[in-house]
Structure formats: structure tokens, C-alpha cells
């Protein structure tokens, strides 16, 4: 198990479903401004599409330092 997590396969695996996140967050954020706007009923939307992005974001972060380290 070890070996499969250390690889550099599973960190650009890791480093895709990162970008796939930021994008999905990206596009829930613009969708919900076109929507409804900056009102208190689109707060979960906000927060959760932030949250994706910052997934993304991170796993961009841990592929820089994986790939330092080897």
C-alpha cells in the first residue's frame, strides 16, 4: 500500500481529481451568483464551492512537495 501512495502515479491521480474539484467549485460559485445573487439562501452554495477549490488548491500544494522529495 505503501508503494501505490509514494508513487508518482497516484500523486498526478491525486493532483487531476484536485483540478476536477477547483473546476466544479468554480462553476458552482459563478452558477449560484447568476442565480440568485449574494443572498443568505446561497451561503451553503458559497461555501461549498470555496471548499472545493481550496481541495484543488492543496493538492496542488502536496504534488509540489511530492515531487520535490523525490
Do not use: D, H, K, W
Not at 508518482?8 to 467549485?25: D, E, S, W
Not at 468554480?26 to 439562501?41: C, D, K, P, T
Amino acid at each position: 500500500m505503501r508503494r501505490i501512495v509514494g508513487s508518482p502515479g497516484y500523486a498526478r491521480a491525486r493532483l487531476v481529481t484536485g483540478t476536477v474539484a477547483m473546476v466544479l467549485g468554480l462553476i458552482l460559485i459563478v452558477r449560484m451568483a447568476m442565480s440568485v445573487g449574494l443572498q443568505l439562501s446561497g451561503i451553503p452554495a458559497y461555501v461549498l464551492g470555496l471548499a472545493m477549490i481550496l481541495l484543488g488548491v492543496f493538492r496542488y500544494y502536496e504534488y509540489g512537495v511530492a515531487r520535490r522529495n523525490t
